[in-house]
């Protein structure tokens, strides 16, 4: 950029050095426009996800500043402590933009999902231009998730809300098409700038490996096996049942293991349901951190993307990406309409079945078995795919245009 870019502070409560996806995203994100000369300022939380220390309350990462506003640190899986944290962040938020010195062009997530309405807010009493980028769209989540019913007066404020804030928007950033339909259906298409922008993943530090020169594959005996891998958060949004269900079906085949890596709210009844089976081809390994990411996904030869029925146009899995990178075969237990399923089917480079068919979910697994050269070009086209679409600079030269503009 030719002459100096404009202040930007970045709402989001998950940030380094936090473990989990987003925040991973959103540092890359942040760190990435600091290079190209925007100075970023950071509004995150307290951790949650693996641990709750406390952390300083501002410090500077490779050039982004940081501060971490007052939040309560309850455990993700406690639906009520959940939302305390959504809540105390987002106040904490508010009364910075509205009360606070700091200057500076709104970069506001969805996470907490009430973000985008704090950075209306500082619109109407600061006049602080603003854009949200949208991850996981709620109201209607929770509605999938049966934590709030459809119909509910809640529900309606919030999608109120929702448009309220998407409308007055300087940018609306969404992970996909079908994302990006469901926000018309809250705000409306009139003036709204809405741009598809995916997600990513680092190729120069995730790609392919060979098992025999992975030691995270020695350590844990998965060399010479065909390793089904599912890694990331084991949360209520995923569909894990169907590979349990799977994996007790494929027993008979020794050389196939099923891999979780991770944490999350479904992970001790995944375990506990697995025991019950005797299922000795099924392995669960826990969280680990980015610096071994490059390890523990290229031990994968077929990578789980999942979520739960009706999510699709809601929440978009970011796991994919790193997948791609790593050079997976991608089984979508997903809907048609999901992002997911598009890129599978436009690149090649996997199969999707429908959630909760475990039947189909076998099929596939065996026909890898049955094909290995099928599936070894299917991981030469995945590892394409993520090149030419989902590389980090790639995808974040899209994002500096559009925060330019605002």
Partial sequence: MSRTASNIILLSQFFYPESAATSQLL???AMDLRERGFSVLVYAGQPTYHGSQRLVGSEEHRGVQIRRLFSTQFRKSFLL???LNWITFSASVAMRLIFGRDHG???????PPFLPWVAWLGNVTRRRRYAIIVHDLYPDVAVKLAYIREGNPLTRVWRLLNGMAFRRAGAVIVLGS???EEVFKQAGK???PVHIIHNWADGTHIFPRAKRDNWFARDHGLEGRIVVLYSGNLGLAHDLETLIEAADRLRVFPKLVLVFIGEGGKKAE????A???GLTNVLFLPHVPYVVLSYSLAVGDIGVVTLQKGLEGL???SKLYGYLAAGLAILGLVGERSEVAQIIQRHGCGYRVDQGDVTGTVSALIRWMERPAEMQEMKERARRCFEENYEKKRVLDKYARVLWRL
């Fill in 27 to 29: 540092t890359d994100l």
């Fill in 81 to 83: 402590g959940r939302t």
């Fill in 105 to 111: 062009s709104v970069v506001a997530t969805t996470n």
């Fill in 178 to 180: 079908s994302v990006r």
């Fill in 190 to 192: 009139r003036c709204l």
């Fill in 270 to 273: 995944l375990m506990a349901l």
């Fill in 275 to 277: 025991q019950q089976r």
């Fill in 315 to 317: 929440s978009e899995p």
